[in-house]
């Protein structure tokens, strides 16, 4: 009756095992480390990289726990926090001679100390946000304004060029605050004009004004397509944005909007303020310019005397480039960047997509310059770096581009992902800026876990006092079920913030609380006359239904808290839910499984250590018959 079969009994171990592999990170701690990531779209971190960190470091004799490579840049592990900081000073000057124009990006940063067994497991240990272990948190405001200024910019060109192309002659095109005025002498003319923009214009709203000679047809955004434009706006500056963050090596970045125009940043463990602020407010533009093939031209370039009109760049692979100083085609009229396959060699490629006018201007120069090459400038602080520079085939109409030729698929990634974010769609200012130290984080951590554990001393007391053997059982399915709960928070990578830690100790105690159920349900069906192996049976089998209940009841609601909520209440909602589902594991199957254990094998059960069983009538005894 009260047995488990063998596979039950293994499955219990396994899951505690495998609880217990993914909680241990968390014991470890976290060691200081320096990263050096990129600092420029175009420069690759790989091998060779993580050779120079080395030597720097064993030049200077700086001893270090570990040098190695990731996505985001080359890591090294570091003894101390003064190493830490010397190791920062070394690389710096060994990757960054000239600080002006800084190639590198070298971080400050914390590593976990797990041993190499468990990370080659994949277990590591949660993320902390930015109230537990400190850093920086930022509001960025979205210029908005300027998002529709500079698409009506970017439309009051397509005009030009459409109307150039259907004949209609006009008096000028200028932007006037929010709109778009376009100017005729006659009547007809502005009223074919209308026909032809309201045909390709779809997202202007037209209106006729003026007498006489001055007649004027006024467009503006519609209201659906300005609200487009700003959604458009904050999701490619949030893109932006993490691949920019991407260069502090922060673990877990929060970025997140906060109602129409503004944009969250939280990056945990950062304490570099101006570093963080320096790297968020870049703005960068692309270029399309036309390489200078003339013979001895390039030569002549590298001794230091380029040819009027020209500029000497590198390659992505360390060659030599002169470009024309000349501007052909910015990034404003490329809308979009995807990578894919060219249809008839199969080879990996980057497939762009123009605007009117930027189809027009890319057909005219392509024509002219069929057997030439193109190069692809990222413009930043003044500075540009080319990211690619393909051969012109032919003349490419239509504004769908295609970059294709010695490039893997990985590098069309990168290539796709450099012109479609480099640069943010809208303005952005920084309006709120805090800086939270990690003696602060420190210390909310040793409050969040004292009160977690005195929580857990306090209810292990109770239990155990009042439903002796049974309430020891009752702790340990409770331990178990903080087990799983950190070790599923592990496993997850998710983050935990102080909210989070509340929602552990609000776990606890309504874990607990199916123990009561199981105990109390037990105790009846003793007072009720049944034998101890026949109340055990019962009480869990009825107790389970009303701990179901209870359980869905609160579950519902920790998913409304993680549907509608935001920022702390998603955190607090995320390990609520969690809690919900581990307690039902622990306090049924896990406590189960170790009763069954001890009184399952035993035939004649002659009483139970639950603690005072009272009956009416009767004293009672501690144990029943």
Request: charged content about 20%.
């Amino acid at each position: 009756m009260n047995r488990y079969p063998l596979w039950k009994y293994v499955t219990v171990a396994v899951a505690l095992f495998v609880g217990l592999i993914y909680t241990l990170p968390n014991f470890f701690g976290e060691s200081p480390a320096v990263q050096v990531s990129s600092a420029k779209a175009t420069i690759r971190i790989d091998e060779k990289t993580r050779e120079r960190v080395i030597g720097a470091l064993e030049a200077v004799g700086i001893e270090n726990s570990g040098v190695f490579l990731d996505t985001n840049g080359v890591k090294v592990r570091l003894r101390t926090a003064d190493a830490q900081i010397q190791a920062r000073d070394v690389l710096e000057r060994q990757f960054n001679p000239d600080p002006s124009d800084a190639q590198y990006v070298v971080a400050l940063n914390l590593l976990s100390s797990s041993p190499r067994w468990l990370t080659s497991l994949r277990a590591l240990p949660m993320y902390l946000g930015l109230d537990l272990r400190g850093g920086v948190h930022f509001l960025l405001q979205v210029d908005m304004k300027g998002a529709v200024t500079k698409r009506l910019d970017a439309v009051g060109g397509d005009l030009r060029t459409l109307l150039r192309d259907k004949n209609v002659r006009h008096a000028g095109i200028s932007r006037e605050g929010e709109r778009l005025v376009i100017r005729f002498r006659d009547a007809d003319t502005r009223s074919r004009a209308r026909t032809v923009v309201e045909d390709n214009q779809s997202d202007l709203l037209l209106a006729e004004q003026g007498e006489g000679d001055e007649l004027r047809l006024v467009a503006t955004l519609r209201p659906e397509a300005i609200k487009r434009l700003q959604e458009f706006a904050i999701k490619q500056n949030m893109t932006t944005l993490h691949n920019r963050i991407n260069e502090l090596g922060v673990a877990e970045p929060v970025i997140a909007q906060q109602g129409g125009d503004r944009i969250v940043v939280q990056l945990p463990g950062v304490q570099d303020t101006a570093k963080a602020k320096d790297i968020l407010g870049r703005t960068a533009t692309l270029e399309i310019r036309m390489v200078d093939d003339t013979p001895g031209a390039l030569e002549a370039a590298q001794a230091g005397q380029p040819p009027f009109g020209t500029e000497l760049y590198v390659e992505r692979g360390g060659l030599p480039l002169l470009v024309r100083k000349q501007v052909v085609l910015t990034g404003d009229r490329l809308t979009d960047a995807q990578p894919g396959f060219d249809n008839q060699t199969h080879e990996p490629a980057v497939h762009l997509t123009l605007d009117s006018a930027g189809a027009r201007i890319f057909k005219d120069v392509t024509r002219d310059n069929v057997g030439k090459r193109m190069a692809i400038l990222l413009i930043e602080k003044g500075k540009g770096e080319v990211v690619t520079a393909p051969v012109i085939r032919t003349e490419i109409g239509g504004g769908r581009v295609q970059i294709s030729g010695r490039m893997s698929t990985v590098e069309a990634n990168d290539v796709a992902l450099l012109l479609r974010a480099g640069s943010l769609a809208a303005p952005m200012e920084i309006i709120e800026e805090r800086t939270i130290g990690p003696s602060l984080g420190a210390e909310n951590i040793r409050k969040g876990f004292q009160s977690t554990m005195w929580g857990f001393a306090a209810i292990a007391a109770f239990m155990i006092a009042y439903y002796a053997l049974f309430g020891l059982v009752s702790v340990m399915a409770l331990a178990s079920n903080l087990l799983f709960l950190v070790a599923l928070l592990s496993l997850l990578q998710a983050t935990l913030t102080l909210p989070g830690i509340a929602a552990i100790a609000l776990t606890l105690g309504m874990a607990i609380d199916a123990n009561v159920l199981i105990n109390e349900r037990i105790r009846e069906e003793l007072r009720n006359g049944s034998t101890p192996h026949a109340a055990i049976h019962t009480g869990y089998e009825r107790a389970f239904g009303t701990i179901l209940d209870s359980n869905i009841t609160t579950l519902i609601a920790g998913i409304a808290l993680l549907v509608f909520g935001s920022g702390p209440v998603r955190g607090f909602a995320v390990v609520h839910c969690l809690g919900i589902l581990t307690s039902l594991f622990s306090a049924v199957v896990v406590s189960r499984a170790m009763i069954n254990l001890i009184y399952g094998r035993r035939r004649k059960l002659e009483s139970l250590a639950i603690g005072q069983v009272w009956k009416p009538g009767n004293t009672g005894a501690p144990a029943v018959r």
